[in-house]
């Protein structure tokens, strides 16, 4: 009988735990169906994508990423210096769940401070003098000054038309054929500069409705063209259209985009697309001189958001060690900026060659905008005709 007893008791205590377990997959199966649905339904910006988890994972340093690597090979922990070779898990998890880090006061500040997120950008390449006390940043105009219309010294920028028409561009020995490879656009247009708006001292108010970064722009087209490089300049005025649809400055991205890619569906012979802007930064920043001359400085400004990033800092890149190499300093940099306070993209998703490039600040002349322009055609035409003769297709062999 007590065999019998304790027999029964084995197979109801099975039982009871069989029940616990089919219960417990039952209810395991109904949460992983339940997060699934969770996660599928959510909007597309708040899925888990390779984009959040670069975004996730921005938050680790390169010696966390040595650590995990040494698990699994004690070699790579001797690349670290001695003090660092052992991981600090709790400054790691204090990053993971705060978003801060301890070794970067930026990360505190810029929640916090108005306008600090400005210092989210990053160096990739550093010019001569960049740091990140003195990045290029772009201030939205006043409305006012978007209605406005301001008296602008024609003259000066006639004299500057003029006094770079003087410099000889010998005759190129290759040309695209009459094909235009390359689109030149605005997305803020009225940029402008105060010395060739009459009356003007306040940086804040270097906006103009017709002498501004279009002039830039429409100068660099020039200087491709003589170097043989067919470019198309868009004349289209964004903010001014901006203002006709009653859309906000900030969604001006949204309207050159529109303008990028009508341009690339109406001509296939597209290759290169550069957005003109200028920098708020004064006179002491955006400006070198080299052989004698006063030069405005130029920045390129990547999208760490985009799709085709790597390409176009590879792009970018190129042409500042092309520019440091024969105009020493012209070049503040490669910057890349990304962030809740910024565009991310800047339209270079579109496109594996795609630029944005500043060229000079509020304090610059045209005499000196005009300068930098053909510097940056010389170079510029230097890439282009290397990088033609890569891709071109090898001639066929002989029978």
Same mark, same amino acid.
Request: glycine content about 6%; some cysteine; hydrophobic content about 35%.
């Given at each position: 009988?007590?065999?019998?007893?304790?027999?029964?008791?084995?197979?109801?205590?099975?039982?009871?735990?069989?029940?616990?377990?089919?219960?417990?997959?039952?209810?395991?199966?109904?949460?992983?169906?339940?997060?699934?649905?969770?996660?599928?339904?959510?909007?597309?910006?708040?899925?888990?994508?390779?984009?959040?988890?670069?975004?996730?994972?921005?938050?680790?340093?390169?010696?966390?990423?040595?650590?995990?690597?040494?698990?699994?090979?004690?070699?790579?922990?001797?690349?670290?210096?001695?003090?660092?070779?052992?991981?600090?898990?709790?400054?790691?998890?204090?990053?993971?769940?705060?978003?801060?880090?301890?070794?970067?006061?930026?990360?505190?500040?810029?929640? $916090?401070?108005? *306008?600090?997120?400005?210092?989210? =950008?990053? !160096?990739?390449?550093? %010019? @001569?003098?960049?740091?990140?006390?003195?990045?290029?940043?772009?201030?939205?105009?006043?409305?006012?000054?978007?209605?406005?219309?301001?008296?602008?010294?024609?003259?000066?920028?006639?004299?500057?038309?003029?006094?770079?028409?003087?410099?000889?561009?010998?005759?190129?020995?290759?040309?695209?054929?009459?094909?235009?490879?390359?689109?030149?656009?605005?997305?803020?247009?009225?940029?402008?500069?105060?010395?060739?708006?009459?009356?003007?001292?306040?940086?804040?108010?270097?906006?103009?409705?017709?002498?501004?970064?279009?002039?830039?722009?429409?100068?660099?087209?020039?200087?491709? $063209?003589?170097? *043989?490089?067919?470019?198309?300049? =868009?004349? !289209?005025?964004?903010? %001014? @259209?901006?203002?006709?649809?009653?859309?906000?400055?900030?969604?001006?991205?949204?309207?050159?985009?529109?303008?990028?890619?009508?341009?690339?569906?109406?001509?296939?012979?597209?290759?290169?697309?550069?957005?003109?802007?200028?920098?708020?930064?004064?006179?002491?920043?955006?400006?070198?001189?080299?052989?004698?001359?006063?030069?405005?400085?130029?920045?390129?400004?990547?999208?760490?958001?985009?799709?085709?990033?790597?390409?176009?800092?590879?792009?970018?890149?190129?042409?500042?060690?092309?520019?440091?190499?024969?105009?020493?300093?012209?070049?503040?940099?490669?910057?890349?900026?990304?962030?809740?306070?910024?565009?991310?993209?800047?339209?270079?998703?579109?496109?594996?060659?795609?630029?944005?490039?500043?060229?000079?600040?509020?304090?610059?002349?045209?005499?000196?905008?005009?300068?930098?322009?053909?510097?940056?055609?010389?170079?510029?035409?230097?890439?282009?005709?290397?990088?033609?003769?890569?891709?071109?297709?090898?001639?066929?062999?002989?029978?």
């Amino acid at each position: 009988m007590k065999k019998q007893r304790s027999s029964r008791m084995v197979v109801a205590v099975q039982g009871a735990s069989l029940k616990k377990m089919i219960i417990l997959a039952v209810l395991g199966c109904m949460m992983m169906f339940m997060l699934i649905g969770a996660i599928t339904s959510l909007k597309p910006e708040y899925r888990i994508s390779s984009s959040s988890v670069s975004n996730m994972t921005d938050q680790f340093s390169q010696e966390t990423f040595i650590h995990l690597f040494s698990f699994e090979n004690h070699y790579f922990s001797q690349l670290l210096p001695k003090e660092r070779q052992k991981p600090n898990y709790s400054a790691l998890l204090f990053r993971m769940a705060t978003s801060i880090n301890p070794d970067d006061p930026r990360s505190l500040l810029g929640g $916090e401070l108005p *306008g600090f997120t400005l210092y989210d =950008s990053k !160096i990739i390449v550093a %010019g @001569e003098g960049t740091d990140y006390t003195n990045m290029p940043y772009e201030s939205a105009p006043p409305l006012e000054v978007m209605l406005a219309e301001r008296q602008a010294s024609l003259e000066s920028l006639e004299e500057a038309d003029k006094k770079h028409e003087e410099k000889q561009v010998p005759p190129p020995t290759q040309t695209t054929g009459g094909r235009k490879v390359v689109y030149i656009y605005h997305t803020h247009t009225r940029e402008s500069y105060l010395p060739a708006l009459k009356g003007v001292t306040d940086p804040d108010l270097a906006f103009h409705r017709t002498v501004n970064v279009t002039k830039v722009g429409e100068k660099l087209a020039e200087e491709m $063209e003589k170097r *043989g490089i067919g470019a198309e300049v =868009s004349t !289209i005025d964004i903010e %001014g @259209e901006l203002k006709k649809k009653g859309m906000k400055y900030y969604q001006a991205y949204d309207m050159s985009r529109k303008t990028v890619v009508e341009a690339m569906s109406r001509n296939r012979d597209l290759q290169y697309f550069i957005d003109i802007h200028r920098d708020a930064r004064r006179r002491k920043y955006t400006t070198i001189k080299i052989h004698g001359a006063d030069y405005a400085r130029v920045a390129f400004i990547i999208g760490g958001e985009n799709a085709r990033y790597e390409k176009n800092l590879q792009l970018a890149t190129q042409l500042h060690h092309l520019l440091q190499k024969k105009y020493p300093g012209l070049s503040r940099g490669v910057i890349e900026k990304k962030g809740a306070e910024t565009n991310g993209k800047f339209n270079q998703d579109l496109s594996e060659n795609a630029l944005l490039i500043e060229f000079g600040g509020v304090d610059n002349t045209f005499e000196e905008l005009f300068r930098s322009v053909s510097a940056v055609a010389d170079v510029f035409s230097e890439y282009y005709w290397q990088a033609q003769k890569v891709q071109a297709p090898a001639p066929a062999e002989k029978r």
